[in-house]
């Protein structure tokens, strides 16, 4: 069939389910702020066609995927796609999946690979990635001097939503398996998550506190102002190394980089490698003790106070006005 001018192909991430990943609706937002949305789904569920078109793909691709190997018939079936609709940029999310699959593409077809993008952009010459580098201390661009652009988009870091289009061409992808070597899961166990809170990473709102809640039964409090928010909980490293929560809620250089719409900083004092993490956050709030804390240096809005008389007051609050 023929594709839409100036086709951008998205590589939609599926999950063990088969269904389409959280990242979906970024990602074919951002395309559709550059070009037409041309959606793969590898190995998904008619859900997941379905969410891909609802987030505004104009063509959804569909290929089988294999419950056993990893990532190569993903990067084959990629591949199969660059070839057929020639897009002018490839976007893939910045997840473990998507960073190696667009790694075996860039290789496969000579492509310049832009990394860990905050947003998409077109100039005369093609399309542009933005990065926020140095700890969120600069915004650059990068762009290939030849080939389409192909860029890994960091979760959460987008927030341009697509209309869904009226009646989107569903087309079933051949692949031909390439036959390199894939490393296979043997054994695949779901761990069943036990909180009800947004996940981290992606989250529209993260509340996170860092040593200044002093200790592990005080960081409940973090906790409670996620949940009165609906928002994710996030830490410092020095909180996560005193013990207050398990690593996965690191944020930061060594940690998980987020970009949400509202970042709560609680006692974190804010040095580089934390905002490394969180510097791309649409609104900052930092509440400190210490008016010098570098985290007042990139917040919004700062209160300076005791974080265990303020937070109560605005949990209060935040509940008053939901009543
Ligand atoms: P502190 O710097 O000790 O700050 C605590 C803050 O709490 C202070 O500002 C204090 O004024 C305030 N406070 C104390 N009590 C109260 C109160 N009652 N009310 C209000 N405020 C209060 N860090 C990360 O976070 N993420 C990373 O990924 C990361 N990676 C790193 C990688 C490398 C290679 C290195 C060297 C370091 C890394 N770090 C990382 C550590 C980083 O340098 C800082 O040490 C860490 O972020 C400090 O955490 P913090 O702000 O919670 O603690």
Redesign the pocket.
Same mark, same amino acid.
């Given at each position: 069939m023929g594709y839409p001018a100036n086709p951008i192909l998205v590589l939609v991430d599926v999950d063990p389910a088969g269904g389409a990943a959280s990242s979906t609706a970024a990602l074919i937002g951002a395309a559709s702020t550059i070009g037409a949305p041309v959606a793969l789904i590898v190995g998904g569920t008619p859900e997941a066609t379905d969410a891909a078109a609802r987030a505004g793909a104009q063509v959804v691709l569909t290929a089988t995927g294999d419950d056993a190997a990893l990532t190569v018939p993903i990067a084959d079936a990629l591949q199969a796609a660059y070839r057929q609709v020639a897009p002018d940029a490839v976007l893939v999310s910045n997840s473990v999946a998507g960073r190696d699959v667009a790694a075996r593409l860039a290789v496969r077809e000579k492509l310049a690979v832009s990394v860990d993008a905050v947003g998409v952009s077109r100039d005369d010459e093609g399309v542009v990635a933005h990065h926020s580098v140095y700890g969120g201390a600069y915004l650059t661009e990068s762009a290939p001097t030849y080939g389409a652009a192909l860029i890994t988009l960091r979760q959460g870091a987008v927030d341009t939503r697509a209309e869904a289009v009226a009646a989107p061409v569903v087309e079933e992808l051949a692949v031909i398996a390439s036959g390199a070597p894939a490393a296979s899961a043997g054994a695949v166990e779901a761990v069943e998550a036990v909180s009800s809170r947004p996940e981290l990473r992606g989250a529209a709102k993260v509340v996170?506190?860092?040593?200044?809640?002093?200790s592990k039964e005080k960081f409940v409090l973090v906790e409670q102002l996620a949940d009165a928010l609906g928002a994710a909980v996030g %830490?410092?490293?020095?909180?996560?190394?005193a013990g207050f929560i398990p690593q996965s809620h690191?944020?930061?250089?060594?940690?998980?980089s987020v970009s949400p719409q509202l970042y709560v %900083?609680?006692?974190?004092?804010?040095?580089?490698?934390?905002r490394?993490?969180m510097q791309t956050a649409k609104t900052i709030v930092a509440?400190?003790?210490?008016a010098e %804390?570098?985290?007042f240096e990139v917040a919004d809005f700062g209160i300076v106070?005791?974080?265990?008389?303020?937070v109560p007051q605005l949990i209060s609050l935040i509940e008053a006005r939901k009543g």
């Open positions: 996170s506190g860092g040593r200044g809640l002093g %830490a410092s490293r020095a909180a996560v190394d690191q944020v930061g250089q060594t940690g998980v %900083a609680l006692g974190i004092s804010g040095a580089i490698q934390h490394a993490g509440i400190n003790k210490d %804390a570098p985290i106070g005791d974080l265990f008389t303020v």
